[in-house]
């Protein structure tokens, strides 16, 4: 009878404390390590490495990644590229899997890990997508097909070292993933947030500092350079996702492939030439953004002197505020109610309408096929004298810039 005692009194002890004996801060810090390893494995090793090929990993790092992933989460590396690519393939159409713009953010946020799942399921999507994937002897008879082996091998786990409350550190880690990628990132990150570049999509930044969710707060940077495995881009901006494949590079085990396109400037040339146009086509993403920066500083500079003629509170100053918000979007991404206003604003300024329509003229250089390349730089060339002949600081400035650009 004492035997049955003690032991009864063990197993309530484990139940209580676990193997571990751990403190609550303990435990809170255990999850918060293993569900950002979590984190790490799929912006590293799915998306990054996987999806979009920017960088190669070692046989530890992607094996370790696979059995984490696989334990922690019941991903299928195929299933999860696959819809992935899909995603940037269809953009916001009806196509794409988990597009806020297209299911609407509310269905996007609480249900993003059920659209996964049923795009998952669909025989063509893996087909078309889910090329160049792990299909070695572990992938075909573990991970796939065993994915409740996987978290069901994690509760064991969770609950040894934990006891009861190891159901607690597992319920957490098996939603981690589903709310943080599947939720906030497809759908916060083409809903709300800043956008450093015109993005055909509707991709924002959530967060300049990418530390909570590997670095997947920068989403319009992904989306604009998509094949770099670094997704910060600007001075200000942290990825941490970055910082861990550095180390791992150190390691031996990544060699990175691809990064975002770095604008380079030297002295400026005379006119502009191919290598301008060559310099101008590869930094496009980059070279609009600055000429937003100079389209809203003419903003600006007419909002200042509405201001000096006491013109705040009037229909034109409205007009004028609209016009600093969306002037510098591309058109199609205006909203359509505030159209009217903002071309009044433009109507009523010949500085933002000769920015704006040379701001088209120049998208033109990368996007017109059926011109020889000798008569584009013809065109770059015209456009910079007509921008410097303008007397528009702006257009002045950016054609400056523009032929001291080096491919």
Same mark, same amino acid.
């Given at each position: 009878?004492?035997?049955?005692?003690?032991?009864?009194?063990?197993?309530?002890?484990?139940?209580?404390?676990?193997?571990?004996?751990?403190?609550?801060?303990?435990?809170?810090?255990?999850?918060?390590?293993? $569900?950002?390893?979590?984190? &790490?494995?799929?912006?590293?090793?799915?998306? +990054? /490495?996987?999806?979009?090929? %920017? @960088?190669? *990993?070692?046989?530890?790092?992607?094996?370790?990644?696979?059995?984490?992933?696989?334990?922690?989460?019941?991903?299928?590396?195929?299933?999860?590229?696959?819809?992935?690519?899909?995603?940037?393939?269809?953009?916001?159409?009806?196509?794409?899997?988990?597009?806020?713009?297209?299911?609407?953010?509310?269905?996007?946020?609480?249900?993003?890990?059920?659209?996964?799942?049923?795009?998952?399921?669909?025989?063509?999507?893996?087909?078309?997508?889910?090329?160049? $994937?792990?299909?070695?002897? &572990?992938?075909?008879?573990?991970?796939?097909? +065993? /994915?409740?082996?996987?978290? %069901? @091998?994690? *509760?064991?786990?969770?609950?040894?070292?934990?006891?009861?409350?190891?159901?607690?550190?597992?319920?957490?880690?098996?939603?981690?993933?589903?709310?943080?990628?599947?939720?906030?990132?497809?759908?916060?990150?083409?809903?709300?947030?800043?956008?450093?570049?015109?993005?055909?999509?509707?991709?924002?930044?959530?967060?300049?500092?990418?530390?909570?969710?590997?670095?997947?707060?920068?989403?319009?940077?992904?989306?604009?350079?998509?094949?770099?495995?670094?997704?910060?881009?600007?001075?200000?901006?942290?990825?941490?996702?970055?910082?861990?494949?550095?180390?791992l590079e150190m390691l031996g085990q990544a060699k990175v492939r691809k990064?975002?396109?770095?604008?380079?400037?030297?002295?400026?040339?005379?006119?502009?030439?191919?290598?301008?146009?060559?310099?101008?086509?590869?930094?496009?993403?980059?070279?609009?953004?600055?000429?937003?920066?100079?389209?809203?500083?003419?903003?600006?500079?007419?909002?200042?002197?509405?201001?000096?003629?006491?013109?705040?509170?009037?229909?034109?100053?409205?007009?004028?505020?609209?016009?600093?918000?969306?002037?510098?979007?591309?058109?199609?991404?205006?909203?359509?109610?505030?159209?009217?206003?903002?071309?009044?604003?433009?109507?009523?300024?010949?500085?933002?309408?000769?920015?704006?329509?040379?701001?088209?003229?120049?998208?033109?250089?990368?996007?017109?096929?059926?011109?020889?390349?000798?008569?584009?730089?013809?065109?770059?060339?015209?456009?910079?004298?007509?921008?410097?002949?303008?007397?528009?600081?702006?257009?002045?400035?950016?054609?400056?810039?523009?032929?001291?650009?080096?491919?």
């Amino acid at each position: 009878m004492s035997d049955l005692s003690t032991i009864w009194a063990v197993l309530l002890d484990w139940l209580a404390h676990g193997l571990l004996h751990a403190s609550w801060w303990q435990v809170l810090l255990f999850t918060l390590v293993v $569900t950002h390893i979590t984190i &790490v494995s799929i912006t590293v090793f799915l998306h +990054r /490495s996987q999806a979009h090929r %920017s @960088l190669d *990993l070692g046989p530890i790092a992607s094996h370790f990644f696979r059995f984490w992933l696989w334990m922690t989460s019941g991903m299928v590396t195929k299933e999860w590229v696959a819809v992935h690519r899909k995603h940037h393939a269809k953009c916001e159409t009806v196509d794409d899997p988990h597009s806020p713009v297209a299911h609407g953010l509310k269905t996007v946020l609480l249900r993003g890990s059920e659209l996964y799942r049923a795009e998952a399921k669909v025989p063509e999507t893996l087909k078309k997508y889910g090329h160049n $994937t792990p299909d070695d002897w &572990v992938e075909r008879h573990l991970y796939t097909g +065993r /994915s409740a082996l996987g978290v %069901s @091998l994690m *509760l064991i786990i969770d609950v040894a070292l934990f006891g009861a409350l190891g159901l607690t550190v597992w319920a957490v880690q098996m939603l981690w993933s589903p709310i943080h990628a599947a939720g906030i990132i497809n759908g916060l990150g083409h809903h709300w947030g800043y956008r450093n570049f015109e993005a055909a999509d509707a991709s924002t930044n959530i967060s300049p500092w990418g530390l909570w969710i590997g670095g997947e707060e920068l989403h319009n940077n992904h989306h604009t350079f998509p094949t770099s495995a670094k997704l910060s881009v600007k001075p200000f901006e942290f990825d941490i996702g970055w910082g861990y494949i550095r180390l791992l590079e150190m390691l031996g085990q990544a060699k990175v492939r691809k990064t975002a396109p770095q604008l380079k400037l030297g002295e400026m040339k005379a006119v502009a030439d191919s290598q301008t146009l060559e310099a101008l086509i590869a930094n496009r993403y980059e070279m609009m953004a600055q000429y937003a920066t100079g389209l809203r500083r003419a903003c600006n500079e007419e909002l200042e002197r509405l201001k000096q003629q006491g013109a705040q509170n009037t229909e034109r100053w409205a007009q004028m505020r609209l016009a600093q918000r969306w002037l510098h979007r591309d058109e199609q991404k205006i909203p359509a109610e505030f159209k009217a206003s903002i071309a009044q604003a433009c109507d009523q300024s010949p500085a933002l309408a000769k920015l704006v329509a040379m701001r088209e003229e120049l998208r033109q250089l990368w996007t017109r096929t059926n011109v020889s390349g000798e008569q584009l730089v013809a065109d770059l060339q015209a456009w910079c004298q007509r921008a410097e002949a303008s007397g528009i600081v702006a257009l002045q400035d950016f054609a400056r810039t523009l032929r001291s650009a080096r491919a």
